[in-house]
């Protein structure tokens, strides 16, 4: 029996999230600080959709997947190489987006604030599990598969012993 679970299926039963080697989490967000300072901040929100568009056309450039969470977009890259490569291309969106948000941060006086923070994960050093979810966070980047077996528990699924949850 096949125990991988689609990326389109919602999943009825419980399943974990399985990627192959190391891979990166890449969190970043904005904080509207003045929201009376609209020509501040929104460039900023409204350049996230051109790069995601692009990445999305260019998987080789090694972004595996992602979602929002409000102001915050987590996602997940092949390499914390891939991650830089993309960030200081001059041929890509990223680069003169964050060269013209940061002309405009230092006239706008504190309007907006970004953040951001990148996670290396080493292959197998992660867990996940998904009880009537369809495919959500690590496993659209990767694939879902059943949550039995040694993949029934946390521990298991860490490469652990297989008695805690």
């Not at 919602?10 to 974990?16: D, E, F, I, L, P």
């Not at 090694?62 to 979602?67: E, V």
């Not at 013209?100 to 706008?108: D, E, I, L, M």
């Not at 996670?119 to 949550?147: C, I, N, S, W």
């Amino acid at each position: 029996m096949n125990s991988t679970v689609t990326s389109t299926q919602s999943a009825s039963r419980r399943v974990t999230a399985e990627l192959d080697g190391d891979f990166v989490v890449f969190m970043i967000g904005m904080r509207v600080n003045k929201p009376w300072r609209v020509s501040a901040w929104l460039p900023v929100f409204l350049a996230m959709p051109k790069m995601l568009g692009e990445l999305g056309k260019h998987p080789e450039l090694g972004l595996l997947g992602g979602r929002f969470a409000g102001t915050t977009l987590i996602q997940f890259w092949r390499s914390s190489e891939h991650l830089n490569a993309y960030a200081q291309s001059r041929q890509n969106e990223h680069l003169p987006a964050w060269r013209a948000f940061n002309q405009n941060a230092r006239k706008s006086g504190g309007a907006v604030g970004i953040w951001h923070e990148t996670y290396r994960v080493a292959a197998g050093e992660y867990e996940t599990v998904y009880v009537d979810m369809p495919a959500f966070g690590l496993g659209q980047a990767g694939k879902l598969v059943e949550a039995t077996g040694r993949r029934a528990t946390a521990a298991g699924r860490m490469g652990g012993a297989t008695g805690s949850v």
